[in-house]
T-cell receptor, first 110, second 115 residues
Framework: NAGVTQTPKFRILKIGQSMTLQCTQD?????MYWYRQDPGMGLKLIYY???????DKGEVPNGYNVSRSTTEDFPLRLELAAPSQTSVYFC?????????FGPGTRLTVL | GESVGLHLPTLSVQEGDNSIINCAYS??????FIWYKQESGKGPQFIID?????DKRQGQRVTVLLNKTVKHLSLQIAATQPGDSAVYFC??????????????FGKGTHLIIQP
């Protein structure tokens, strides 16, 4: 199993641009999550999903959107990128409580 | 809001010694706790977890201790090796019968192994 994979690894955006961060898991987990990690900080939950077609907001959802059309995929969408969204983004999945993380996407908004 | 925090941002230990990383949590409703290891440029890696109905759990070279009375969690790493150098995060959640809801993370402790 590849586990949780994320693309791209790195991206630089201009203010106002949009992009989609991709996340795929091959463990058939029901639950998937998006977190952001700012320098020197822990992770903060953006959105999560308990199954295909069901998503919910986490602690810091503003400026982001998600969809969950399949069990495997959970893309994160930034519509109007802002400098405050410069961060490292981690996707995770779980079947029960223990979450497994992808390698992250480092996003810079200039 | 309630949060999980760590006492020390950096911990330096000699190779071969035991390491103890501490964590304080404030949400008394939390009943599930996890320790993650994060190496530079990588995602968090699961180390060990513990439910609130336990006060100790052991893994390979690691032990987690939970003191619910003082809301304190610790991770003990035996015979620390250079590969243990990383940032360690504790995380908590209110276990809702499954994976729903995210984890609340502390800021992390950077473990440095001295040769």
């Amino acid at each position: 199993n590849a586990g949780v994979t994320q693309t791209p690894k790195f991206r630089i955006l201009k203010i106002g641009q949009s992009m989609t961060l991709q996340c795929t898991q091959d463990m058939n987990h029901n639950y998937m999550y998006w977190y952001r990690q700012d320098p020197g900080m822990g992770l903060k939950l953006i959105y999560y999903s308990v199954g295909a077609g069901i998503t919910d907001k986490g602690e810091v959802p503003n400026g982001y959107n998600v969809s969950r059309s399949t069990t495997e995929d959970f893309p994160l969408r930034l519509e109007l990128a802002a400098p405050s969204q410069t961060s490292v983004y981690f996707c995770a999945s779980s079947q029960e409580a223990s979450q497994f993380f992808g390698p992250g996407t480092r996003l810079t908004v200039l | 809001g309630e949060s999980v925090g760590l006492h020390l941002p950096t911990l330096s230990v000699q190779e071969g010694d035991n390491s103890i990383i501490n964590c304080a949590y404030s949400n008394s409703a939390s009943d599930y706790f996890i320790w993650y290891k994060q190496e530079s440029g990588k995602g968090p890696q699961f180390i060990i977890d513990i439910r609130s109905n336990m006060d100790k759990r052991q893994g390979q070279r690691v032990t987690v201790l939970l003191n619910k009375t003082v809301k304190h969690l610790s991770l003990q790493i035996a015979a620390t090796q250079p590969g243990d150098s990383a940032v360690y995060f504790c995380a908590e959640k209110v276990y809702s019968g499954g994976g729903a809801d995210g984890l609340t993370f502390g800021k992390g402790t950077h473990l440095i192994i001295q040769p």
